[in-house]
């Protein structure tokens, strides 16, 4: 035993032993430092295909919603399109102004029938009335019934037949 105090006496031993000290510290708090790094490490990778997962499903989502919306706007377009080119043909479909005049004719020979002597002022006067007639029945009840039932928003009230006929004698 007196060898191993005179060893351990001997001041390069002494640094030795505490230099082997100081790196077992070191060895130990590098190895704890790599497991807990290593731990860190594992649990970030876990966190991160966890998030991409998150993101690919949303991405998944959001494209499958894109698209539908996209679909729909597509469908939306093509029915504008449709209603706007029926719109256009609607406005333009033949008949519509000869159909007013022909009832304006209509109105205006019905008041002649009833009123035949001096037949030209007349004829005049109830084409005239006829048409007053009918831009008045473009608004309104009238209108609403001449739409349901076309002929039957088209009769002369008496009265004014019995105006056109006091006038029509009183110019003749």
Known sequence: MDQLTEILKNPLTQGLLLGLLIAAFLWKS????????????????????????????????????????????????????????????LQQKPGRAEQKLLQTYEIAIRAMREQAPGFAPAWEKALRQGEAELDAADSGLKRLVRRVIPG???????????????DSVENS
């Not at 499958?64 to 399109?81: I, M, P, V």
């Open 152 to 166: 039957l928003g088209n009769s002369t009230p008496a009265a004014t037949a019995l105006t056109v006929t006091e």
């Open 30 to 89: 590098g190895f704890t430092a790599r497991r807990n790094i290593t731990r860190e490490l594992k649990r970030v990778e876990g966190e991160m295909k966890n998030l991409q997962g998150h993101l690919n499903t949303q991405l998944k989502i959001n494209a499958s919603g894109n698209e539908a919306l996209q679909s729909d706007l597509d469908a939306l377009r093509k029915q504008n399109e449709m209603l706007r080119i029926n719109n256009s043909a």
